[in-house]
């Protein structure tokens, strides 16, 4: 009689280490972080939670509208989303509110 032997590629679920974020959002918790997405939109909300792949939980989420004419120029003008849920695949640029600001950009033509 012969025996089979199963075998396993990788770790049992439960045995697997949580995976750590390459980005530490942890200190951003509770203040209002400004997030650029892919396709050009960008948003402003209170971060409430995120987990390892960058998936973001921000209240009090407000959408900046762009200029129909030219889609990269963003408005003054924004709309209120409330609570959104981010998936961490369109997140392209995650930074705090309060202290940053907003500079020329030295290699646009003018």
Same mark, same amino acid.
């Given at each position: ?38 396709? !050009? ?12 792949v960058a998936n ?25 989303? !409330? ?19 907003e500079i020329a ?6």
């Amino acid at each position: 009689m012969m025996m089979v032997q199963s075998i396993c590629f990788g770790a049992p679920a439960m045995s697997r280490p949580h995976s750590k974020s390459v980005i530490e959002l942890e200190r951003f918790l509770n203040t209002e972080v400004r997030v650029k997405f892919a396709g !050009g939109r960008e948003v402003k909300g209170r971060l409430k939670g995120h987990d390892a792949v960058a998936n973001l939980v921000l209240d009090d989420t407000q959408e900046y509208l762009r200029d129909p004419d030219d889609p990269y120029k963003l408005l003054d003008e924004t709309r209120s989303l !409330g609570l959104v849920v981010a998936r961490g695949t369109s997140v392209m640029l995650i930074c705090p509110v309060e202290g940053t600001e907003e500079i020329a950009n030295p290699f646009a033509a003018e």
